[in-house]
C-alpha cells in the first residue's frame, strides 16, 4: 500500500505540514489540526490522522484507508491530500472546522431545519450513489462518520471498513467490533456486507439526522435488535421527519436486500422532496 502511495503525486513532505492542536482520538492514534503548504506556496487547513504504535502490520491497516480514499473525488466526499514521505506515517485531509456531524447535530439543534436536514440527507446519498458506481462498499455509514464543512455542505468520511466489492461478490467481515444498531439484517447474521446493506445503513444514519444525532434503538441490547428487526419492528419516525422521507427510509429497510432501493433511485426521490421543502 505504502509503495503504491509513495509512487503517486500523493506523498507529501513533513516539513510542508505544521501541525496544531488534537482534534480528535482516531482509532489508530491522535488526529491534529495543522496547516499545508503545496508545491505553489497555497497554504490548506487540514486535518492529519497519525499512528501511534505503527508496526508493518498496523501501518498497512492504517495505509489501507488513505490507499481507498486516494481514488475518490467527489464534493460530499472526505478529500484526500496525501501521506507523509517518510516515518511517523501521517494521512492529511482537508480540514471541516465543524466536526462530526452528530455533535453539530446537537450544538446546532435550533438552527436546523427540516429542509437542512433533507440536504445532508440528500448530500450523503450522492456520495453513496458515486461509491455505487465503483462497486465500492461503505460498511459505516452513521452520522459520527460525517464531517461537516458549512452550514449547507457534509461530507462522508472513515473509509477505515470500506472495501470494493464485485457486482455479484460481497464482502464477509472478520471485524468483532461491528456498529450492530446501524446494521442490515444479513450484515448481522451472516456478516455480508453489500450495497443493499449500505442502502439499509444510511437508512439509520438519515434516522440519526432527523432524531438529533440519538442512537438508534437506544432503547434496546446489542443482542435484543436482531430478534426485533427479524418480527418486523422498524425505528420510528423522528417527529421532524418527513413523512416522505420516512416512507423511503421504511423502504430501506426491507427485510430482503433485494427489496431495498439503489442510491441512484434515492437520489433522485430525496431530490424532489428536497425542492419541495425548499420551495414552501
Ligand atoms: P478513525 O477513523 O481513525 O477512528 P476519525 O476519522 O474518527 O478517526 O477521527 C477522529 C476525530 O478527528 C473525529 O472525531 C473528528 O472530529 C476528527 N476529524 C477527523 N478527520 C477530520 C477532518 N477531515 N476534519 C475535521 N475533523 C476531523
Known amino acids: 500500500v505504502y509503495a503504491e502511495i509513495a509512487e503517486n503525486k500523493l506523498r507529501i513532505s513533513r516539513h510542508d505540514v505544521v501541525l496544531g492542536r488534537i482534534l480528535g482520538e482516531g482509532f489508530f492514534g491522535e488526529v491534529h489540526e495543522g496547516v499545508y503548504t503545496s508545491q505553489s506556496g497555497e497554504k490548506t487547513r487540514v486535518a492529519v490522522k497519525t499512528c501511534k504504535e505503527c508496526s508493518a502490520e498496523v501501518k498497512e491497516k492504517f495505509l489501507s484507508e488513505a490507499d481507498l480514499m486516494k481514488n475518490l473525488e467527489h464534493p460530499h466526499i472526505v478529500?484526500?491530500?496525501g501521506v507523509t514521505e517518510f516515518d511517523p506515517v501521517w494521512i492529511v485531509m482537508?480540514?471541516?472546522?465543524?466536526?462530526?456531524?452528530?455533535?453539530?447535530?446537537i450544538e446546532q439543534q435550533y438552527m436546523l431545519t427540516t429542509a437542512t436536514l433533507t440536504l445532508y440527507s440528500l448530500q450523503i446519498c450522492k456520495a453513496l450513489a458515486y461509491l455505487e458506481g465503483l462497486s465500492m462498499v461503505h460498511r459505516d455509514i452513521a452520522v459520527r462518520n460525517v464531517l461537516v464543512a458549512s452550514s449547507d455542505c457534509v461530507k462522508l468520511g472513515d473509509f477505515g471498513l470500506s472495501r470494493y466489492v464485485d457486482e455479484q461478490e460481497y464482502y464477509k467481515a472478520s471485524v468483532t467490533r461491528l456498529p450492530i444498531k446501524w446494521m442490515a439484517p444479513e450484515s448481522i447474521n451472516f456478516r455480508r456486507f453489500t450495497t443493499a446493506s449500505d442502502v439499509w445503513m444510511f437508512g439509520v444514519c438519515v434516522w440519526e439526522i432527523f432524531s438529533r444525532a440519538q442512537q438508534p434503538f437506544f432503547w434496546l441490547e446489542n443482542s435484543q435488535v436482531i430478534d426485533q428487526l427479524e418480527s418486523g419492528v422498524r425505528l420510528p419516525k423522528p417527529q421532524q421527519c418527513p413523512p416522505q422521507v420516512y416512507g423511503l427510509l421504511t423502504r430501506c429497510w426491507a427485510y430482503e436486500p433485494h427489496?431495498?432501493?439503489t442510491f441512484a433511485q434515492l437520489v433522485c426521490s430525496l431530490r424532489c422532496v428536497t425542492a419541495l421543502l425548499l420551495w414552501t
Not at 94 to 105: P, R, S
Open 259 to 261: 427489496r431495498r432501493p
Open 94 to 105: 482537508e480540514l471541516y472546522e465543524h466536526g462530526e456531524l452528530g455533535n453539530y447535530l
Open 79 to 81: 478529500r484526500l491530500i
